[in-house]
């Protein structure tokens, strides 16, 4: 059990920064309406609210760059946590961002996840 939550826990992470970073519209797929993201400080409900988050960022295009990732099961049956640390960079800016980001997902159907919680937070100093 534990080496399968590791496993989905990075494929899950390779997919999602894949997307944020070359087709951010398609993160979608991933969220469902009852989901939560916390961007900065800032809460949002709901795939149409957090794509739209998502979308508006003021850079289009991005690298993230994947320090740990950390899986662990959830106390909903067969969800997984992931806690997520790298560094964003950002075009024409010379040093990369610290960040970290927090997910909790729930299986869907077909063996599919879909993000329940996300939280992210840029790493300063």
Do not use: W
């Not at 989905?8 to 999602?16: E, I, L, P, S």
């Not at 959830?74 to 964003?88: A, D, N």
């Not at 970290?100 to 996300?118: K, R, V, Y």
Request: aromatic content about 12%.
């Amino acid at each position: 059990m534990e080496e399968q939550v590791e496993t989905v826990g990075k494929a899950f992470v390779d997919h999602y920064y894949h997307l944020f970073d070359n087709d951010r519209p398609s993160l979608t797929s991933l969220y469902q309406p009852m989901s939560m993201l916390s961007f900065e400080g800032q809460r949002l409900e709901g795939t149409e609210n957090i794509c739209n988050k998502l979308n508006q960022l003021p850079f289009g295009q991005c690298h993230h760059a994947i320090s740990t990732i950390d899986a662990q099961p959830s106390s909903f049956p067969g969800g997984i946590m992931v806690f997520v640390s790298g560094s964003l960079q950002l075009p024409g800016q010379d040093y990369p961002l610290r960040f970290s980001q927090m997910f909790h997902l729930i299986p869907a159907a077909e063996g599919n996840f879909f993000i329940q919680n996300d939280i992210f937070r840029l790493n300063y100093g």
